[in-house]
């Protein structure tokens, strides 16, 4: 069975400083998707970036960007430029890709507050 | 309004009874999810739908029950509250295409007395 594992229950970081949120997984599949989703206190789940593993490029999103080692069974989260509204807990996800799958697993979250 | 909305945002219920949390979306997804998030957990998966009527279990199903008669609407009955229940409830859907993404609705906060 698949697992994911978020080892930083809470971190912190100045406001425009960089941050990375680690997450590590388990899995025996060849192909499959990794999420991060952020949730900020007003509970809205959002997603932040996605990677296909089939990909060897890492996603960028604006200051968001990944760090996924297949190898390693590693997908770090990078936030530069840090900003006050990304006070949130962020999720680490995993699916796997197989034919009409669609569950995530889910890391225990990060807690991240920006500090001014 | 388009999207995924649920309903009520809040509700507090006793031991015993029955609850129904409402969610709909607006954009034909073929998928839709009921999670539940508690402290110390994360997210678990209660229930899924692939489609209208087709219906499966995910992590923690026990004491819920789901249906899907209609593609935009995925209700989740609570048929004897406990207060092992208490929690948040986040319904989300997804397209049928290869991105995969999963769109949340706003979430449940529901408490069991």
């Known amino acids: 069975a698949q697992t994911v594992t978020q080892s930083q229950p809470e971190m912190s970081v100045q406001e425009a400083e960089t941050v990375t949120l680690s997450c590590t997984y388990d899995t025996s599949e060849n192909n499959y998707y990794l999420f991060w989703y952020k949730q900020p206190p007003s509970r809205q789940m959002i997603l932040v970036i996605r990677q296909e593993a089939y990909k060897q490029q890492n996603a960028t999103e604006n200051r968001f960007s990944v760090n996924f080692q297949k190898a390693a069974k590693s997908f770090s989260l990078k936030i530069s430029d840090s900003q006050l509204g990304d006070t949130a807990m962020y999720f680490c996800a995993f699916m796997k890709h197989a034919g009409n799958n669609r569950k995530l697993i889910w890391g225990l979250g990060t807690s991240l507050a920006v500090n001014p | 309004d388009a999207g995924i909305t649920q309903s009520p945002r809040y509700k507090i219920t006793e031991t015993g009874r029955q609850v129904t949390l409402m969610c709909h979306q607006t954009?034909?997804?073929?998928?839709m999810f009921w999670y539940r998030q508690d402290l110390g957990h994360g997210l678990r998966l209660i229930y899924y739908?692939?489609?209208?009527?087709?219906?499966d279990k995910g992590e923690v199903p026990d004491g819920y029950v789901v249906s899907r008669s209609k593609t935009e609407n995925f209700p989740l009955t609570l048929e004897s509250a406990t207060r092992s229940q208490t929690s948040v409830y986040f319904c989300?859907?997804?397209?049928?295409?290869?991105?995969?993404?999963?769109?949340f609705g706003p979430g449940t906060r529901l408490t069991v007395l």
């Open positions: 954009w034909s997804h073929s998928y």
């Open positions: 989300a859907s997804s397209a049928s295409g290869s991105y995969n993404e999963q769109f």
């Open positions: 739908s692939a489609a209208a009527d087709i219906t």
